[in-house]
């Protein structure tokens, strides 16, 4: 993707948080400078990859295949294997009309996703086999706002906004819009988007980004390029 792209991307996500009256925390509006500025107080928040996150997947089509997040918060692993402190996480993304993220699961993370406003969130499920694989013709059963529901093999659930699903690992699922974009909450465990995402194709989880102009904010996969 180009930055110019990436940059585009942000002013919109900002307008359309805004709608909502959600407010994003202080240091998302650092600039480079402002990062620079504030280390080491941010070494934390570095480590933990807060902060804007817009993939393509890899795949050069964000508007078909792609989404945008924004970490708000993120744990320590050490916590969570060792069952205690901060062992999890929150983060804001928004889902456009019918932009796919692609199907995937996770090893560790368990994860709410909540329509927080908008259109509708579609959500397409698949079960797994004993070791966790994708398996096409497997369903299995979710808690939608704490109560059971069974799902069958490829079901899309829809969801209004103010209504969620909790997804474990081995829940294979994936996700856009429907009908207009969707604002999304997401509570979990501790979140490692590195080695965390299982995804059913061979894409990737980040984009390579071109420099055509200077960024507006730094996103998550920037900080080692550019604070290191």
Not at 80 to 91: F, I, S, T
Request: glycine residues 10%; charged residues 25%.
């Amino acid at each position: 993707m180009k930055r110019s792209r990436v940059n585009q991307i942000m002013a919109e996500a900002e307008e359309f948080i805004a709608r909502f009256g959600f407010q994003l925390p202080p240091f998302a509006w650092w600039g480079l400078d402002e990062f620079r500025a504030n280390l080491p107080a941010a070494e934390r928040l570095i480590r933990a990859r807060m902060g804007w996150d817009i993939t393509d997947y890899g795949q050069g089509d964000f508007d078909r295949l792609g989404l945008f997040l924004f970490t708000l918060r993120n744990g320590e692993l050490s916590d969570l294997q060792a069952g205690g402190g901060m062992a999890y996480a929150e983060k804001l993304l928004i889902s456009r009309q019918d932009q796919i993220s692609p199907t995937h699961t996770h090893v560790l993370k368990a994860e709410d996703i909540i329509n927080r406003g908008g259109a509708t969130m579609a959500i397409q499920l698949y079960g797994s086999d004993a070791e966790g694989n994708f398996c096409e013709t497997a369903g299995g059963t979710v808690y939608c706002d704490g109560l059971p529901r069974a799902f069958a093999a490829g079901e899309v659930l829809r969801f209004a906004p103010g209504q969620s699903v909790t997804l474990c690992p081995g829940d294979w699922h994936a996700f856009w819009g429907e009908g207009g974009d969707v604002l999304i909450g997401e509570v979990s465990t501790v979140n490692d988007d590195y080695t965390d995402n299982i995804f059913r194709d061979p894409i990737g989880r980040f984009s390579e980004i071109e420099e055509d102009e200077a960024p507006r904010h730094l996103l998550v996969s920037d900080y080692e390029k550019f604070l290191s």
